[in-house]
């Protein structure tokens, strides 16, 4: 192994010790190191400032015999944390026609997990140069659908892709096997409402509920989806929203309406997005049941772990 990424390794159990960084991020480094993937410039400024704060709280205890890191170690103000070895860090430009070449080469479904293995995988050799261009232009616009703070954006994108494993989707692939790859909430933002009623049904049907399906139409009296627990019935108001759009009590009135109409015992909202703080308190005084992001985001874990047990 490379001296210098086998420093970096030793230096992040010593920051880990010291308890001063975030165990989580610290290993997502670590492991990326140890599986020569990329470590991008948001987690090397991360370990720069990490290991400056180590000297100072070495340089407090000010033993003789203390393992201090002295300007001499591999990072430094002006030097960058390796990545794999013989991959060099430069400021690039996206390659042309990125954006054209990315779906060309792409055939699984447009979806979160799908396309961020798709560009690590097959652009390896260009991350660093197409990552701000990949984060806007197909994760920001093409998947989740809508314009976000791009420092967030390439944040949560670095952090994603760190999670990918390159080596076994390769693997997985020359074996001719498949991944189940699993449904994201930023899949469930890019649904139509009908799409997300059908999704619906799913979701209900893998997390305990039984026989559910879509009832809405033109004129569906406040009901979309009706599913049955415990031998009661229950009838569902879908809303798909953009996440800064929140429901509001007209739902919660409409599916208060649809209870009766459809003799159901309980009534549902749920949605992509949230409520209004009016909509909680309507819901609260007619006992009808919200399901916000949080909710769906849960019972996408149940939904992903059938699918993979079905592979």
Same mark, same amino acid.
């Given at each position: 192994m490379?001296n210098k990424?086998?420093? #970096? +390794?030793?230096?992040?159990?010593k920051?880990k010790?010291a308890?001063?960084?975030?165990e &989580?991020? +610290?290993?997502?480094?670590?492991?990326?190191?140890?599986?020569?993937? #990329?470590? /991008?410039?948001?987690?090397?400024?991360?370990? !720069?400032? =990490?290991?400056k704060?180590?000297?100072?709280?070495?340089s407090?205890k000010s033993s003789? @015999?203390?393992?201090n890191?002295t300007?001499?170690?591999? !990072?430094?103000n002006t &030097? #960058?944390?390796?990545?794999?070895?013989?991959?060099?860090?430069? $400021?690039?430009?996206?390659?042309?026609?990125?954006?054209?070449?990315?779906?060309?080469?792409?055939?699984?479904?447009?979806?979160?997990s799908?396309?961020?293995t798709?560009?690590?995988?097959?652009?390896?050799?260009?991350?660093?140069?197409?990552?701000?261009?990949?984060?806007?232009?197909?994760?920001?616009?093409?998947?989740?659908? =809508?314009?976000?703070?791009?420092?967030?954006?390439?944040?949560?994108? =670095?952090?994603? +892709?760190?999670?990918?494993?390159?080596?076994?989707? =390769?693997?997985k692939?020359?074996?001719?096997? #498949?991944?189940?790859?699993?449904?994201? !909430? /930023?899949?469930?933002?890019? +649904?139509?409402? &009908?799409?997300?009623?059908?999704?619906?049904?799913?979701?209900?049907?893998? @997390?305990?509920?039984?026989?559910a $399906?879509v009832?809405?139409?033109a004129?569906?009296?406040?009901?979309?989806?009706?599913?049955y627990?415990?031998?009661?019935?229950?009838?569902?108001?879908?809303?798909? /929203?953009?996440?800064?759009n929140?429901?509001?009590?007209?739902?919660v009135?409409?599916?208060f309406?649809?209870?009766?109409?459809?003799?159901?015992?309980?009534?549902?909202?749920v949605t @992509?997005?949230f409520?209004?703080s009016?909509? !909680?308190?309507?819901?609260?005084?007619?006992?009808i &049941?919200?399901?916000?992001r949080?909710?769906?985001?849960?019972?996408?874990?149940? /939904?992903?772990?059938?699918?993979?047990?079905?592979?």
């Amino acid at each position: 192994m490379d001296n210098k990424i086998q420093w #970096t +390794l030793d230096l992040i159990e010593k920051i880990k010790l010291a308890e001063i960084g975030e165990e &989580t991020r +610290l290993d997502s480094i670590k492991n990326s190191l140890e599986n020569e993937r #990329t470590v /991008y410039d948001i987690d090397k400024k991360y370990l !720069i400032g =990490k290991f400056k704060e180590l000297k100072n709280l070495e340089s407090q205890k000010s033993s003789p @015999n203390s393992n201090n890191y002295t300007s001499e170690s591999p !990072i430094t103000n002006t &030097t #960058t944390i390796p990545t794999s070895p013989n991959r060099t860090q430069t $400021k690039y430009t996206p390659s042309k026609n990125f954006e054209e070449n990315f779906w060309k080469t792409f055939s699984g479904e447009k979806r979160l997990s799908p396309v961020l293995t798709h560009f690590a995988t097959e652009f390896s050799q260009t991350m660093d140069q197409n990552m701000e261009i990949f984060a806007e232009r197909i994760i920001g616009d093409e998947i989740i659908g =809508k314009e976000l703070n791009v420092n967030k954006l390439l944040e949560f994108v =670095k952090n994603e +892709l760190s999670k990918v494993d390159v080596k076994q989707t =390769k693997t997985k692939r020359e074996s001719n096997t #498949t991944k189940q790859e699993e449904f994201t !909430i /930023y899949d469930v933002d890019r +649904l139509t409402g &009908t799409q997300f009623e059908k999704f619906m049904e799913k979701l209900l049907n893998a @997390n305990g509920y039984s026989d559910a $399906k879509v009832v809405g139409k033109a004129g569906d009296q406040g009901g979309d989806i009706e599913a049955y627990n415990d031998g009661e019935k229950f009838i569902i108001q879908a809303k798909n /929203y953009a996440i800064n759009n929140k429901v509001t009590n007209s739902a919660v009135q409409e599916v208060f309406a649809a209870i009766a109409y459809y003799g159901a015992d309980q009534g549902i909202v749920v949605t @992509n997005s949230f409520f209004t703080s009016g909509a !909680i308190e309507l819901a609260e005084v007619n006992n009808i &049941t919200l399901w916000d992001r949080r909710v769906v985001s849960q019972m996408l874990e149940g /939904y992903n772990r059938g699918q993979k047990e079905h592979v």
